[in-house]
């Protein structure tokens, strides 16, 4: 579950147009030539309002991960709203109305479409490339003369995704040794600090560990105590138990758009489990540095 995936599609002509979200994921808006107008390529949007398909979109995101779509309408083209999967899919909430004389021909007083439905996301299949997939034609939500609504949930997965240390594609772990491995990894790190691993996610290629701070050594930029840390691959490498207490020395990592920012471990990063000696070892390790600026 990782990469942007088709929710549903918002014909033409559409009014009272409302999306939601309620998870780390982000909303997508595509437009009818497939072109990301809201949050695409990878780089996230400033909250806002934006000139879509002839309407005005006022796009929201709150700190507690609320998120929304809203438009008044009507749009004058067709409108593929995606999800751009960074954790397992809690649900995508959209409604929209369609007005009765375009879309008298399919009003039935048997549809379905006149109750809420549950449509699925399905997440990239293992070993399938990260790319940008195109709209699909999926028959639009329709309901003449009311609104149209469904819920999107998370696709049940029939096995366990393997990783790359499962299929043997993982070479052998390098662990730093030694003073001089310390010392290095220390000055050439944004961040050394005491944590506890409290989760564990595989997230596409990559590992996302949730952890507590417990203490910190040296902090180039704020960090939190509750913090997500990345490591750029799915062979844990470095080895990290959770429930166990280690000293991390990782750097910041901001993409190129300025979008992202997280804490990332490398593959040949400084973690050793915490212990009195450790933490003795790293107290006067900072002098060996060259003066920085540190926050």
Not at 14 to 24: E, G, L, P, Q
Not at 148 to 162: F, V
Not at 177 to 203: E, M, N, P, T
Request: glycine residues 6%; charged residues 25%.
């Amino acid at each position: 579950f990782f990469g942007y995936k088709n929710v549903t599609r918002i014909p033409a002509g559409a009014r009272h147009i409302k999306v939601t979200d309620r998870s780390r994921n982000y909303l997508a808006l595509m437009n009818a030539n497939q072109r990301y107008v809201i949050n695409g390529d990878w780089a996230i949007d400033w909250p806002g309002v934006y000139e879509v398909a002839g309407t005005k979109v006022h796009y929201a995101r709150t700190a507690d991960v609320h998120e929304s779509f809203e438009a008044t309408g009507p749009t004058q083209e067709d409108l593929s709203v995606m999800v751009l999967f960074q954790e397992h899919n809690s649900g995508i909430e959209y409604q929209f109305w369609l007005p009765r004389e375009q879309f008298h021909h399919v009003q039935s007083d048997a549809s379905p479409l006149r109750q809420q439905q549950t449509r699925e996301v399905e997440g990239n299949p293992e070993g399938e490339p990260r790319h940008f997939p195109q709209a699909t034609t999926t028959p639009p939500v329709q309901k003449v003369g009311g609104a149209a609504k469904k819920t999107s949930q998370e696709a049940p997965m029939s096995t366990p995704a393997r990783t790359p240390n499962q299929l043997g594609r993982c070479r052998r772990c390098e662990t730093p040794k030694g003073k001089s491995q310390r010392i290095q990894h220390y000055c050439q790190s944004d961040f050394v600090f005491r944590a506890q691993i409290l989760a564990k996610h595989y997230i596409g290629l990559e590992t996302r560990y949730d952890v507590q701070v417990l203490h910190t050594y040296r902090n180039r930029f704020v960090i939190g105590r509750r913090e997500f840390v990345w490591v750029s691959n799915t062979c844990d490498c470095p080895l990290l138990v959770e429930r166990r207490e280690y000293v991390l020395m990782a750097r910041q990592h901001v993409n190129y758009e300025h979008t992202l920012n997280r804490i990332l471990l490398q593959r040949s990063s400084y973690a050793r489990p915490w212990s009195p000696r450790e933490d003795l070892q790293l107290r006067d390790v900072g002098k060996h540095c060259q003066p920085s600026r540190v926050l």
